[in-house]
């Protein structure tokens, strides 16, 4: 095989998946750095902020990318009013509860999508979407975008991190709950600033892989355990452990496609998952606080 047709069929649409992995990635180290628990929730929240961007383009009738900032607003606020409803009152409980009950809400948000927009499989936009060629590359508009706005959120991410009195204020709940309520941190308002941020990222992964597959309301549960292995490989706690791990995880996805059928791509993230657990539980950049 030459490799502009390794290059073409298999290493593009993995490091564009890979992008979308690493959103969601972030996301749920976060939630386990801030709240301690998975959000088991996670792939459905981005099911949710996808169809939500169509309902959006739909009723407005612009591009799609232009609706995906009010959708992520959406989406955000959704996330604390479910953190206030469901998990709020299990703070301070075991956190396994919490992770079950992340299970439940997932598949609440599931049944309203499949309720709302039914169970068949849609798309933003129809007709055939031209690659343009580079250097005998062939990269559609769309891989572009996603590969554009996902390093742009990381790199804010971080920035908002290390730089703003809120992001401090988040890596300081990271490290010690505690310490951070003595400090004079408004614990509460840095749990809700979380989801809000977990709310966006959920949504724009739903988005964008919804832009470059297509919109099925199953297609978050479908990238849950990838988007939990590239989390657990890059190290819990670390952002660009995510992107790497993420990254990680959509090429070897696309590359075992060329010795297994197509539907059972997602057992290589399990594989994957499995070895990283058994030979390296903290991550290739071990992990830690935020």
């Known amino acids: 095989m030459m490799f502009l047709d ?40 981005a099911t949710f902020g996808a169809f939500s961007a169509l309902a959006l383009f739909s009723a407005i009738g612009i591009s799609p990318y232009l609706v995906l900032p009010l959708a992520t607003v959406i989406v955000g606020f959704l996330s604390i009013v479910i953190d206030w409803i469901f998990y709020e009152h299990l703070r301070n409980k075991p956190k396994i509860l919490t992770t079950i009950s992340s299970l439940g809400v997932g598949l609440m948000l599931r049944s309203v999508v ?35 706005v996902s390093a742009a959120l990381v790199i804010i991410l971080i920035l908002f991190l290390n730089r703003n009195r809120w992001g401090k204020a988040m ?17 509460r308002k840095v749990v809700a600033l979380t989801w809000f941020v977990v709310g966006v990222l959920c949504c724009c992964a739903g988005f964008f892989l919804g832009i470059n597959t297509e919109l099925k309301s199953m297609m978050g549960w479908n990238i849950l355990l990838p988007t939990i292995a590239a989390a657990i490989l890059g190290g819990i706690g670390r952002i660009e452990g995510a992107l790497v791990g993420g990254l990680i995880i959509g090429l070897i996805e696309e590359m075992s496609l060329m010795v297994i059928p197509a539907e ?7 594989v994957v998952l499995l070895l990283v657990l058994l030979l390296r539980p903290t991550g290739f950049f071990r992990s830690k606080i935020i």
């Not at 749920?28 to 929730?41: G, P």
């Not at 031209?130 to 554009?148: A, C, F, M, Q, R």
């Open 171 to 187: 890596r300081a709940m990271s490290n010690s709950p505690d310490l951070a309520l003595i400090s004079g941190i408004d614990n």
């Open 6 to 45: 390794l290059a073409n069929f298999y290493l593009i649409p993995g490091i564009v998946m890979g992008s979308i992995y690493a959103i969601g990635a972030i996301g749920i180290t976060l939630v386990f750095s801030i709240m301690r628990h998975t959000n088991l929730a996670h792939g459905d929240m």
């Open 114 to 148: 499949q309720i709302i927009w039914g169970v068949n499989t849609t798309a933003y936009v129809t007709g055939i979407n031209k690659p343009y060629k580079i250097l005998g590359l062939k990269v559609k508009s769309t891989e572009i975008i996603t590969l554009g």
């Open 264 to 270: 059972y791509k997602a057992a290589s993230s399990f």
